[in-house]
């Protein structure tokens, strides 16, 4: 009777082998937990197939060989590119294709480009920061509220579970790699002390309020530690500027490097104000461009330093 394992080496062999056969099917490769060699009896094969001839730039197919469930993206070549291409902060992609292995490929600079997917480059590891940074802002302020304001415990501790999550991937980022599924148990890694307060013990302890401000406290000290580098492209736009800039300005600015929700770059903007690291003004501006009535929108500036 054949492994766990020979049974879904079997079924990819099989479908790999058709594949390439296929005059317009350029490459297949292989991610997600076959790829991380993390199989168990209820696994899917996650596959990407790269192709020339398809009028859909990428779509998704779900083929079976032996009833196992092969997950296929479709890319054509110039998509598969363009999606590795975009803006930096904003790309799941890199994730996806972390650990990628090619079961064939008949363009050796394809092979080339993808085996460059692995490493990190700054203005993609900036991008990044400055993405999650902005989420971990947003969701400890939101947990903040919730203990703080409203006394309620478990909406704060399901709060503190996803600022833990987008923690633990600053973390895997700041050793300069690529955050994938597990991310928790990467950060523990580096950060054994923190991650271990923010997971094991956060999920087995008591709910009381002490240990959710302690957690609080912790991730508060790790944000402010790192937020230079968290935030470093907003400070970089803003060192440009002879003068203040409007929140929508510089917002413009931002989503050339990666994209954030508008309410929640605010959040991160306020957080840099609070901690005396930018100064905040009052610009006026019309409501829209045709309206008479002036109002104040926020605006800000940063003299640099440490």
Request: glycine residues 2%.
């Amino acid at each position: 009777m054949k492994s766990v394992k020979e049974r879904y080496q079997s079924a990819l062999d099989e479908f790999v082998s058709q594949a390439k056969v296929d005059r317009y099917v350029i490459a297949a490769i292989v991610v997600g937990s076959y790829a991380q060699d993390a199989l168990w009896e209820k696994s899917d094969i996650d596959l990407v197939l790269i192709v020339d001839d398809t009028k859909k730039p990428l779509h998704f197919e779900c083929y079976t060989v032996d009833d196992i469930q092969i997950n296929t993206w479709i890319y054509t070549r110039q998509h598969f590119k363009h999606a590795y291409e975009a803006i930096p902060g904003s790309n799941n992609f890199l994730s996806f294709l972390t650990n990628a292995n090619f079961l064939f490929c008949k363009d050796s600079t394809l092979e080339t480009y993808v085996n460059e997917m692995n490493v990190l480059e700054e203005e993609q590891k900036s991008g990044l920061l400055l993405n999650q940074g902005t989420l971990a802002v947003a969701h400890y302020v939101k947990s903040q509220k919730y203990i703080i304001a409203q006394k309620d415990m478990y909406s704060c501790f399901v709060e503190l579970l996803r600022l833990a999550d987008i923690l633990a991937r600053i973390e895997i980022l700041l050793h300069d790699q690529i955050p994938q599924k597990d991310v928790m148990n990467d950060a523990l890694q580096w950060n054994f002390e923190l991650f271990h307060q923010l997971s094991i013990s956060m999920i087995n302890e008591p709910k009381t309020e002490k240990l959710l401000l302690d957690i609080l406290k912790s991730s508060f000290q790790y944000i402010k530690l790192h937020e230079r580098q968290l935030f470093q492209p907003i400070l970089e736009i803003l060192s440009e500027l002879s003068a203040e800039a409007s929140l929508s300005y510089i917002y413009e600015q931002i989503l050339g490097v990666c994209y954030i929700e508008k309410d929640l770059f605010v959040e991160a903007m306020e957080w840099l104000v609070n901690e005396g690291i930018i100064e905040k003004y009052a610009a006026s501006v019309r409501i829209t461009t045709n309206s008479k009535i002036m109002v104040n929108e926020a605006a800000y500036s940063y003299e640099g330093g440490a």
